[in-house]
T-cell receptor, first 113, second 113 residues
Framework: DAKTTQPPSMDCAEGRAANLPCNHS???????VYWYRQIHSQGPQYIIH???NNETNEMASLIITEDRKSSTLILPHATLRDTAVYYC??????????????FGQGTILTVHP | DAGITQSPRHKVTETGTPVTLRCHQT?????MYWYRQDPGHGLRLIHY???????DKGEVSDGYSVSRSKTEDFLLTLESATSSQTSVYFC????????????FGPGTRLLVL
């Protein structure tokens, strides 16, 4: 699976959009971009994933650049409960990957009042 | 969220004793995983299962064994616990390959004295 690079930490004001970048310049054509987050002392939580197109769900939006070398997770209206570590993971979906995830250090997002 | 539970949630044990952690899911997911999380290392895959009685090693499998006799249960055993196995253990499950969304349990905090 391709390596991903994320900033170690970011801040955001409550009510504003949080834009979390991820670089995956070596991603291959069959690798998806997955985002998970981990709130303190809890298990990781799936947020969203995409291959080429932008995606949106009730939690967030995922913007993937046309060359697929980077992506941005957008939390449109951050709340204090969005304070967490956010992980961007490139996953070779299917085949012999068996869904295994390789977590990096992620981005610590702190939402301020 | 998928119904996935872990037991016990906390455990203190002594070096050299066997320990078994249990993961139980009610979603009929085929794939299950055990991770450990340590400061400075993030989440690392210990073992995973791709079906009943089908398991394989992950990144940090030494000193651990697993068993899956039923779809809903995935057991992690430390044959002879060591202090280096003090960690937080997370179990996860996923429905299918090609849909690498994993649902995580709340974690088990294990302290080996």
């Amino acid at each position: 699976d391709a390596k991903t690079t994320q900033p170690p930490s970011m801040d955001c004001a409550e009510g504003r959009a949080a834009n979390l970048p991820c670089n995956h310049s070596t991603i291959s054509g069959n690798e998806y971009v997955y985002w998970y987050r981990q709130i303190h002392s809890q298990g990781p939580q799936y947020i969203i994933h995409g291959l080429k197109n932008n995606e949106t769900n009730e939690m967030a939006s995922l913007i993937i650049t046309e060359d697929r070398k980077s992506s941005t997770l957008i939390l449109p209206h951050a709340t204090l409960r969005d304070t967490a570590v956010y992980y961007c993971i490139a996953v070779n979906a299917g085949g012999t990957s068996y869904g295994k995830l390789t977590f990096g250090q992620g981005t610590i997002l702190t939402v301020h009042p | 969220d998928a119904g996935i539970t872990q037991s016990p949630r906390h455990k203190v044990t002594e070096t050299g004793t066997p320990v078994t952690l249990r993961c139980h899911q009610t979603e009929n997911h085929r794939y299950m995983y055990w991770y450990r999380q340590d400061p400075g290392h993030g989440l690392r895959l210990i073992h995973y299962s791709y079906g009943v009685k089908d398991t394989d090693k992950g990144e940090v499998s030494d000193g651990y064994s697993v068993s899956r006799s039923k779809t809903e249960d995935f057991l992690l055993t430390l044959e002879s616990a060591t202090s280096s196995q003090t960690s937080v253990y997370f179990c996860a499950s996923g429905p299918m390959v090609g849909q690498e969304t994993q649902y995580f349990g709340p974690g088990t905090r294990l302290l080996v004295l």
